[in-house]
T-cell receptor
Framework: GQSLEQPSEVTAVEGAIVQINCTYQ??????LSWYQQHDGGAPTFLSYNALDGLEETGRFSSFLSRSDSYGYLLLQELQMKDSASYFCAVSKGDTGRRALTFGSGTRLQVQP | DTEVTQTPKHLVMGMTNKKSLKCEQHMGHRAMYWYKQKAKKPPELMFV???????INESVPSRFSPECPNSSLLNLHLHALQPEDSALYLC?????????????FGPGTRLTVT
């Protein structure tokens, strides 16, 4: 089987830094993606890690440790518009039958 | 153009109705996906099409029938649905099935089964 675990809720203030952790247990793992979804909106791709280390995209960074089956999304200089749900997702499967499985999501609330 | 469009935005149907959801992308993507999402839950994969062929069916009941008429279009035909099928149905696409990690999602169709 497979499982992904992430905190259900995180609260932070504007301008702060927040880290959303994700641990996974799965076979045939290729990489870890992060998606953002605002209430009533569609999921939006944020980042992807196939190799160990940190990937930086503007205010957002994502980290992966394959040996620890662990990753995190780091959001810096938080803004009110960052209030949303954040999903980690594992990419797994054979070529031609590869798919994403999403974690349960972390609801981030940014307060003034 | 990085947009995936879905129609209709909202759909209310009875348990005996037949309806279809439509999805379109013009990014030249060769993989397309259907997901079901309940409130406060993650998207749940239903079907994957790769190069217009069904490659993954996640044991979805036969009352949901996908169709990929061409590389830009994806349909989901609905028949004899149950109230528990009420959810947000999301379509997504990616460059190919190998690039499944980066998917572009449409806004979804909010389906209510009465």
């Amino acid at each position: 089987g497979q499982s992904l675990e992430q905190p259900s809720e995180v609260t932070a203030v504007e301008g702060a830094i927040v880290q959303i952790n994700c641990t996974y247990q799965t076979s045939g793992f290729y990489g870890l993606s992060w998606y953002q979804q605002h209430d009533g909106g569609a999921p939006t791709f944020l980042s992807y890690n196939a190799l160990d280390g940190l990937e930086e995209t503007g205010r957002f960074s994502s980290f992966l440790s394959r040996s620890d089956s662990y990753g995190y999304l780091l959001l810096q200089e938080l803004q009110m518009k960052d209030s949303a749900s954040y999903f980690c997702a594992v990419s797994k499967g054979d070529t031609g039958r590869r798919a994403l499985t999403f974690g349960s999501g972390t609801r981030l609330q940014v307060q003034p | 153009d990085t947009e995936v469009t879905q129609t209709p935005k909202h759909l209310v149907m009875g348990m005996t109705n037949k309806k279809s959801l439509k999805c379109e992308q013009h990014m030249g993507h060769r993989a397309m996906y259907w997901y079901k999402q309940k409130a406060k839950k993650p998207p749940e994969l239903m079907f994957v099409y790769s190069y217009e062929k069904l490659s993954i069916n996640e044991s979805v009941p036969s009352r949901f029938s996908p169709e990929c008429p061409n590389s830009s279009l994806l349909n989901l035909h609905l028949h004899a649905l149950q109230p528990e099928d009420s959810a947000l149905y999301l379509c997504a696409s990616s460059q190919s099935a190998s690039v499944t990690y980066e998917q572009y999602f449409g806004p979804g169709t909010r389906l209510t089964v009465t």
